[in-house]
């Protein structure tokens, strides 16, 4: 079954600096990969997502995510990051099988961005 | 705004009790999935629907059930709460069943059960 796994429950970061958000995943074929925030008492936004091409997929917000095949990798990052970004962020992957695609996600990893 | 529209956005129920959760996907969409959100479980899919059929089933108890109508929109029914059954409770709509796509999400319903 395809999966994803998020290592960090947190992360924290000051405004300005660099941020990544790290994923590993597992699956049998070809990746389709995503990454979601949700933002307190709201649903889930999509801020994008690796299907096929280029390793560094950008996305949302300033957002991109870094494909990284030997490494089963799939972080996603940030420049420099905003007090406003911080959120539960979720990577997920599709799963699919005979007439139906489904995601599945990762735990979530919270991140603070601090003034 | 995703265009996913979930009603009833809380609900307080007692333990025993039935509820009804109700999603309107976006307009045009004719997936919708039902995904639980809780502390210790994390996001967990439920079920998909694909223009009024079941498609896949995830981690969904006995005690709930669904169904889409047709004019798309679909309902959850949990019956026989149980306290761990409180959850926020997703709603998903997607534009094809075999899209690489992304998901589009409602809002939620938070669902506590005393």
């Known amino acids: 079954a395809q999966s994803v796994a998020q290592p960090e429950d947190q992360v924290n970061v000051a405004e300005g600096n660099p941020l990544t958000v790290k994923c590993t995943y597992s699956?049998?074929?070809?990746?389709?990969l995503f990454w979601y925030v949700q933002y307190p008492n709201r649903g889930l936004q999509f801020l994008l997502k690796?299907?096929?091409?280029?390793?560094l997929v950008k996305g949302s917000y300033g957002f991109e995510a870094e494909f990284n095949k030997s490494q089963t990798s799939f972080h996603l990052k940030k420049p420099s990051a905003l007090v406003s970004d911080s959120a539960l962020y979720f990577c997920?992957?599709?799963?699919?099988?005979?007439?139906?695609?489904?995601?599945?996600f990762g735990t979530g990893t919270r991140l603070l961005v601090s003034p | 705004d995703s265009g996913v529209t979930q009603t009833p956005k809380h609900l307080i129920t007692a333990t025993g009790q039935r509820v009804t959760l109700r999603c309107s996907p976006r307009s045009g969409d004719l997936s919708v999935y039902w995904y639980q959100q809780s502390l210790d479980q994390g996001l967990q899919f439920l079920i998909q629907y694909y223009n009024g059929e079941e498609r896949a089933k995830g981690n969904i108890l006995e005690r709930f059930s669904a169904q889409q109508f047709p004019d798309l929109h679909s309902e959850l029914n949990l019956s026989s709460l149980e306290l761990g059954d409180s959850a926020l409770y997703f709603c998903?709509?997607?534009?094809?069943?075999?899209?690489?796509?992304?998901?589009?999400f409602g809002e939620g319903s938070r669902l506590t059960v005393l």
């Open positions: 998903a709509s997607s534009p094809r069943d075999s899209s690489t796509g992304e998901l589009f």
């Open positions: 997920a992957v599709r799963d699919e099988g005979t007439g139906f695609q489904k995601l599945v």
């Open positions: 699956v049998s074929g070809n990746p389709y």
């Open positions: 690796y299907i096929t091409g280029d390793n």
